[in-house]
């Protein structure tokens, strides 16, 4: 079964720029996450879809950040237009999303970006 | 604010010993309890998880949770330089919304 896949690995852009990240999740997989992970620090979500429904946006920063997941399956995740303190590693993660004792989330390797 | 502390650590293990690593959680309305490792410049892979009062061993893995006092642990056993990385302990409430603490680095000494 493969897991989840996410876009770019790296990315570095100047301050005021925009950009966006892609996710896959793993397949039949419902419930899809964004995470953000500041160095040192443990992931904080961002966001939380099931289907293509938004659960959670709560702690999303929605003056610059946005994310949609049109079809049930892939995402996106943009910063428009990103700061300095948004440099982090931003992780996708999904689960199942029945209705089970635990619903196990399993991250993909996460884009690593860096605003100067 | 739901909140989940760890010691930053580092943790330092010989080789063979066991390593403790302990988190406290403040939301009594928590349902689920993970452990997450993480090495450098990775993504956090899953260990174990619990929800019972009490222990479950996994291989060299043993968590532990105490409803009550708030507190999760994880007991390595047999310690190897393999598992130096950080850990994660990861908290579970309505939605299935994960609570990270800010992680335990091991470090085990050959």
């Known amino acids: 079964e493969a897991g989840v896949a996410q876009s770019p690995r790296y990315k570095i852009i100047e301050k005021r720029q925009s950009v966006a990240f892609w996710c896959n999740p793993i397949?039949?997989?419902?419930?899809l996450y964004w995470y953000q992970q500041i160095l040192g620090q443990g992931p904080k979500l961002l966001i939380q879809?099931?289907?293509?429904?938004?659960?959670?946006d709560s702690q999303l920063p929605k003056d610059r950040f946005s994310a949609e997941r049109l079809k049930g399956v892939d995402s996106t995740l943009k910063i428009q237009p990103a700061k300095l303190e948004d440099s982090a590693v931003y992780l996708c993660?999904?689960?199942?999303?029945?209705?089970?004792?635990?619903?196990?989330?399993?991250f993909g390797p996460g884009t690593r970006l860096t605003v100067l | 604010q739901k909140e989940v502390e760890q010691n930053s650590g580092p943790l330092s293990v010989p080789e063979g010993a066991i390593a403790s690593l302990n988190c406290t959680y403040s939301?009594?309305?928590?349902?689920?309890f993970f452990w997450y490792r993480q090495y450098s410049g990775k993504s956090p892979e899953l260990i174990m998880f619990?929800?019972?009062?009490g222990d479950k061993e996994d291989g060299r893995f043993t968590a532990q949770l105490n409803k009550a006092s708030q507190y999760v642990s994880l007991l390595i056993r047999d310690s190897q330089p393999s598992d130096s990385a950080t850990y994660l302990c990861?908290?579970?409430?309505?939605?299935?919304?994960?609570?990270f603490g800010g992680g335990t680095r091991v470090l085990v000494k050959p």
């Open positions: 879809f099931q289907n293509n429904g938004v659960v959670d």
């Open positions: 990861a908290v579970t409430y309505a939605g299935n919304k994960l609570t």
């Open positions: 939301d009594r309305g928590s349902q689920s």
């Open positions: 993660a999904s689960s199942r999303g029945n209705r089970v004792a635990v619903d196990t989330q399993y």
């Open positions: 619990i929800y019972s009062n």
């Open positions: 397949s039949g997989h419902a419930t």
